[in-house]
């Protein structure tokens, strides 16, 4: 009696155990970025790679660096270490710069060692390579300089231009006088004669060495104006009109003569980053987001649908991340079991909680975004080290234990016990003419397997009697049918049509 009662419990004990088992998947994680890197993304959409947390890569806003536009007459943004003209206006002829990751805007600067820097020949078309109107311009550029010591050049163009039959030297300049930064315009502006045409702009602040400034200098063909900004903040202008005034005199434009090469760091020593000429007078509020190292409207990175198993329910998301002061960051997520008709939209995006719990998304895949956002100053950004999706894939459900097969004439009838897992929906029925494949499909009843549903015993019927067959049963799960545990033990029998 005591024997047959701890039988009992053993077996009580057992199923308790298949049963919560099955009911409760065990638990799994799926890692982004850390230590073993970050996979390939759907999207990246002002988002580049960094250093972050323990030394990981981390995905974070890119710097403000600006593409073509059209009115771009020369971009070198060195971001690469064979620098080019990405306008296609000017080609390099000489080149003493060093690619640098000491950069600004973007990954890449260049270093300049006062050696010669960079000369450039300009094509028909380009501001330099043109003789006439030049038309409203900007230039500007970034400088990280070692010394800023005086007669230290930035930028040098050197022409001339035949007026009357006389020819006329032309130049503008960008150097360091006294620690101050000055744009100097020689014989530049038709019909100027004042101080042997020479026009000064400077700068109302000297420079410090060892930090990035950002310079710009904006020609207004309309009203004449000429200005010159660090930072956006302005530290001279001239407004170069018959009058020098801004209104009550005519403008006198801008006039270049001979096609000539233009230099960049002649005689600099010191960083430079993203140079660009556009032929067009950006407005105030336009050059102002170019003084934000990260853009205001952030950036977005989303994953590519990941297939997790089917009915997987996503538990948990665990981030590491930087997040300084004023910075925000935003996950969203979303599933389903076919992402073929995906949109940006749809399915809807369900936006998380680092940390937190996550209810009802669940399917086959799982797809995450991540929104950025800087600082109200534009010069923070905040990072992502490493992402950890925790979820709970839907169980296997258990085979049965037992499976018997009795042969009969051009038949056989498979009997199995129920599966004493409760997570089972049903049985698919596999045979085949070689064990452990399950090929076959000789059956009246259909080819290998075959769905048979929640019932513990079929006949097969149209076997060909003197074959014999091998058979496995599986349970699949009542969630879903695609979900199918392991097969049971294997079977055999041979179909004959035997004398009474």
Known sequence: MHIRRIHFLI???LLSLVSLSSAFG?????????????????????????????????LQLDTNNRGLEKETDLLIDFETSSFADRSGNYSIQKNNLVPSSKSVMGKGAALSKGNGGLRLSPKTGS???????????????????????????IFSWRSSKTIA??????????????????????NIFAGYTENRGVITLKSSKSIIPNKWSHHSLTYDEESGLLEYRIDGLLQDLRYITSNGRERGGSVLPSELGVKADIEICPNYTGYIDDFRINRTNVNQSALDLRYDTYRKNGGRFVTEPILISTGASMDKLDAVINQPAQTDIMFYVRSGDNYYNWTDTYPEWIPVE??????????????????????????????????????????????????????????????????????????????????????SSDAFEGASPIDVGNVNSITLTGLQNGKIYYFAVASYSRMDKRIMGILSSEVYARPLKRSR
């Open 11 to 13: 077996t009580f004990c």
């Open 26 to 58: 065990q638990q799994k994680t799926l890692v982004l970025g850390g230590k073993e890197g970050w996979p390939k993304m759907e999207k990246m959409d002002g988002v580049v790679t960094g250093t972050g947390r323990y030394g990981w890569d981390c």
């Open 127 to 153: 501001l330099f390579g043109t003789t006439g109107m030049t038309g409203s311009f900007v230039m500007e550029f970034w400088i990280n300089p070692s010394v800023a010591e005086s007669g230290e050049t």
């Open 165 to 186: 039959n006389y020819p006329l030297y032309q130049m503008i300049t960008v150097s360091f006088v006294n620690s101050y930064t000055q744009f100097e315009f020689t």
């Open 354 to 439: 680092n940390h937190s719990k996550i209810t009802d998304v669940s399917g086959l895949y799982f797809q995450l975004a991540v929104d950025l956002y800087p600082d109200g100053g534009g010069k923070s950004s905040p990072s992502v080290s490493e992402i950890r999706i925790s979820y709970s894939p839907v169980p296997d459900p258990l085979p049965p234990f037992v499976l018997t097969a009795v042969p009969g004439d051009g038949q056989v009838t498979l009997s199995w016990q129920y599966s004493v897992d409760d997570t089972a929906g049903g049985y698919y029925l596999f045979y085949g003419e070689r064990p452990g494949e399950y090929l």
